[in-house]
């Protein structure tokens, strides 16, 4: 599925899109795929570096537009001073995608730490909380904003809890929550929330799986492969597409049919 291209690729005036985690992944294939469809991307991680660098390097390759904000999106404060920054450089956004994550590894309930448990909580559901924020102050018609999309990279844990990462399904589970609730809220707004609910994808967190664990997951796929990064961005840039717009509240998942 190809995006609908917006606007001049290079264009000053092109939308602005932000998409958190993005310096591989899903979020790096988002980054790129939103590049093509038009947008003016913001690239982020908590760490910057080389990784993410790269992702900018490729999409300005290309001859579109990307920038590198890094930044812990669990902590309030550096959210308010990348949107300041976006703002700085560029303008308003125009689409928020929450797709930071991580799931803090597979640890029994008893003894996860808490330190892990904030963790997972603050980037995968209170990051994506406080970049809505943010973002809802910029797009809301009634703040003089002129609308927008976010969405919300969610996950197939919050349905069946996973596999000793209960923190991480519940995050994913407040995750989908804050996407209907905003969706209500936000409408009037000229503010489409959705999200994409992947099951398993093709990504580093996947890398280390041994071969009787991988056999096993490929044999509960009725599609019998992982999904690419490229088959989420593709599902999340129409989402954020004007082809999706009488689409808001939706949770899809994109599990090959499991
Ligand atoms: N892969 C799957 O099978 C799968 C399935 C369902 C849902 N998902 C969801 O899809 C999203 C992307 O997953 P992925 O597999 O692409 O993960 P990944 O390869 O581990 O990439 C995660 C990205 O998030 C960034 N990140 C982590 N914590 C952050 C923070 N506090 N602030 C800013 N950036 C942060 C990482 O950058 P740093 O290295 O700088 O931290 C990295 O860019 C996640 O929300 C994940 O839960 C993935």
Redesign the pocket.
């Known amino acids: 599925m190809e995006p609908q291209l917006l606007t001049t690729p290079s264009s000053d005036s092109a939308p602005v899109l932000l998409v958190?985690?993005?310096?591989?992944?899903?979020?790096a294939a988002i980054a790129r795929l939103a590049g093509r469809a038009g947008y003016r991307v913001a690239v982020?991680?908590?760490?910057g570096g080389a990784e993410a660098e790269r992702v900018v390097s490729e999409i300005c390759a290309e001859g579109r537009q990307a920038r590198l904000y890094p930044?812990?999106?669990?902590d309030p404060a550096a959210v308010t001073a990348l949107f300041a920054a976006i703002d700085r450089d560029w303008g308003p956004l125009a689409v928020l995608v929450n797709?930071?994550?991580?799931?803090g590894g597979a640890q029994p309930l008893a003894t996860l730490p808490r330190s892990v448990l904030h963790e997972v909580m603050?980037?995968?559901l209170l990051?994506a909380f406080y970049c809505a924020q943010e973002a809802i102050t910029r797009m809301a018609h009634s703040a003089g904003g002129q609308g927008g999309a976010i969405v919300n990279?969610?996950?197939?844990?919050a349905r069946f809890g996973g596999h000793q990462i209960t923190a991480?399904a519940a995050a994913?589970a407040g995750l989908n929550a804050l996407t209907l609730g905003a969706a209500r809220e936000l409408a009037v707004e000229g503010i489409r929330v959705n999200a994409v609910s992947?099951?398993?994808?093709a990504?580093?967190?996947?890398d280390h799986l041994n071969s009787a664990r991988r056999e096993a997951i490929l044999a509960s796929i009725p599609l019998r492969r992982m999904g690419t990064?490229e088959e989420v961005a593709a599902a999340v840039l129409w989402l954020a597409s004007p082809e999706a717009s009488y689409i808001t509240g939706a949770i899809l998942p994109i599990t090959g049919g499991r």
């Open positions: 958190t985690g993005s310096s591989r992944g899903i979020g982020n991680s908590r760490r930044a812990d999106i669990g797709n930071a994550g991580l799931s603050a980037t995968n990051g990279v969610s996950s197939e844990a991480y994913k992947p099951g398993v994808i990504t580093a967190p996947h990064p």
